[in-house]
């Protein structure tokens, strides 16, 4: 997306979708008017704020956008790798644990064996 600083996203504007230079004119309208006929200079002059760059790269933008790959993930794919985090996570914690139990468990032998070693 090099190139592209006048391609703002921003979540308060337009629920954050791509829009030009932080205006609430999104990347989509642009192209669309591209699409449905209109030139650069009728789109401009239909909204003055625009520049014939901000047309470029909203072009540029959504030429990019479609060479996207996009990954479609299922509900299961989801719930496979949420469980393959969990299980990674309580792999760690169960470590953990044990050594700690088993230097707990160290002192405790230590300490109960000098306890039993008092002499008559």
């Known amino acids: ?3 592209l600083d006048r391609i703002t996203h921003d979540p308060d504007i337009l629920g954050g979708k791509a829009c030009i230079r932080g205006m609430r004119l999104s990347v989509a309208l642009i192209v669309n008017l591209v699409a449905n006929g209109m030139s650069a200079q009728e ?4 909204y003055p704020d625009l ?6 790269q ?10 996207d790959t996009t990954y479609t993930l299922t509900f299961l794919d989801v719930l496979a790798q949420a469980a393959e985090t969990v299980k990674s996570s309580l792999i760690q914690t169960s470590c953990t644990v044990h050594r700690a139990s088993q230097a707990q468990e160290s002192r405790f032998t230590s300490s109960w064996k000098n306890s039993r070693a008092v002499t008559v």
């Open 1 to 3: 997306m090099f190139g």
């Open 43 to 46: 789109i401009i002059d239909e």
């Open 51 to 56: 520049a014939p760059e901000d047309v470029r």
């Open 58 to 67: 909203a072009l540029r933008y959504a030429a990019w956008a479609a060479e």
